[in-house]
T-cell receptor, first 113, second 113 residues
Framework: GAGVSQSPRYKVAKRGQDVALRCDPISGHVSLFWYQQALGQGPEFLTYFQNEAQLDKSGLPSDRFFAERPEGSVSTLKIQRTQQEDSAVYLC???????????FGPGTRLTVT | GDSVTQMEGPVTLSEEAFLTINCTYTATGYPSLFWYVQYPGEGLQLLLKATKADDKGSNKGFEATYRKETTSFHLEKGSVQVSDSAVYFCALRHTGANSKLTFGKGITLSVRP
């Protein structure tokens, strides 16, 4: 079956622009996670949804970062007024529920110039 | 807070050599421990896991044992292949409402024919 998909795969933004990154989880997966992976580092947790409820956003680095999952399926991570330090790969993962295996998408590589 | 420390890389081995990648962690309680692998051009995927002390996870010839006394989860393989060339990440996760993963920095393994 289809895995987790993310779009776009690559995004170049000028500093100060807003961007929106999309995640399509595996069908039926109630849990959805966003991670940020800087170059040469491991992924770091950003936020977590269970269905449409955002239960943890403790990893979002600033109020410029916003995530939503309005219908409990597709999720969008939005970054406003992008800065160079936002350049990273943004990973989405989904799972059937708490404590189950997380399946990762291919990531969106964001470059802010 | 939780943290995962991996040995510095990269690591280059000849085919059929023995592999050890060190991983230690700092965490409260009894987290589950994981190794994830990222092959070139692909997304993160779970390689193996262990959920309690002295458990051994294994997959594709790789093994790791959950050692609570040394807070370690070292990855081993007796005979590496060229196809094992990838980036390897050690991670931990607590059970509960937000099962976010905490990753190490990752280590790149290159296996020469």
């Amino acid at each position: 079956g289809a895995g987790v998909s993310q779009s776009p795969r690559y995004k170049v933004a000028k500093r100060g622009q807003d961007v929106a990154l999309r995640c399509d989880p595996i069908s039926g997966h109630v849990s959805l996670f966003w991670y940020q992976q800087a170059l040469g580092q491991g992924p770091e947790f950003l936020t977590y949804f269970q269905n449409e409820a955002q239960l943890d956003k403790s990893g979002l680095p600033s109020d410029r970062f916003f995530a939503e999952r309005p219908e409990g399926s597709v999720s969008t991570l939005k970054i406003q007024r992008t800065q160079q330090e936002d350049s990273a790969v943004y990973l989405c993962a989904s799972s059937t529920g708490t404590d189950y295996e997380q399946y990762f998408g291919p990531g969106t590589r964001l470059t802010v110039t | 807070g939780d943290s995962v420390t991996q040995m510095e890389g990269p690591v280059t081995l000849s085919e059929e050599a023995f592999l050890t990648i060190n991983c230690t962690y700092t965490a409260t309680g009894y987290p589950s421990l994981f190794w994830y692998v990222q092959y070139p051009g692909e997304g993160l995927q779970l390689l193996l896991k262990a959920t309690k002390a002295d458990d051994k996870g294994s997959n594709k010839g790789f093994e790791a044992t959950y050692r609570k006394e040394t807070t370690s989860f070292h990855l081993e393989k007796g005979s590496v292949q060229v196809s094992d060339s990838a980036v390897y990440f050690c991670a931990l996760r607590h059970t509960g409402a937000n099962s976010k993963l905490t990753f190490g920095k990752g280590i790149t393994l290159s296996v020469r024919p």
